[in-house]
């Protein structure tokens, strides 16, 4: 493999990390405020969602010439998105509903992002 390849792959490996941190840190919020109704819990939440879409954005770059990779890439986004999507829905039911129907609701939720996040690494 190439210098340059080698690069790219560290570079879309390091990325996927990132795009996986963020997720368990927005994860992290907001389970601390279905604990405790404290909107300050929502940072690691907010700053995370903030960042998403220039994360994927570049993971999308740095593997659009490897089509094995833009595959889970396009994969990886997807699920990203979803799970925010469901992270703000929760948030919406804590709000509406009260922390105890939100909770309820997060404990129906699969965490695909994770397992399909380990096969950037082949």
Same mark, same amino acid.
């Given at each position: 493999m190439g210098t340059r390849q080698a690069e790219q792959t560290r570079h879309i490996l390091e990325t996927t990390q990132r795009v996986l $941190?963020?997720?368990?840190?927005? *994860? =992290? %919020?907001?389970? %601390?405020? @279905? @604990? =405790? %109704?404290d909107d300050s819990y929502l940072e690691p939440y907010n700053t995370a969602r903030a960042t998403l879409t220039s994360m994927v954005g570049d993971l999308s770059v740095a593997a659009a010439d490897k089509p094995e990779q833009a595959s889970r890439v396009t994969q990886i986004t997807f699920l $990203?998105? *979803?799970e925010f999507a469901e992270l703000a829905e929760t948030i919406r039911i804590a709000r509406a509903a009260g922390r105890e129907a939100a909770v309820r609701a997060r404990k129906n939720c699969a965490r695909p992002i994770r397992r399909y996040s380990s096969r950037m690494r082949t």
């Open positions: $941190s963020a997720v368990k840190d927005a *994860e =992290t %919020g907001q389970r %601390g405020y @279905l @604990l =405790t %109704g $990203s998105r *979803e």
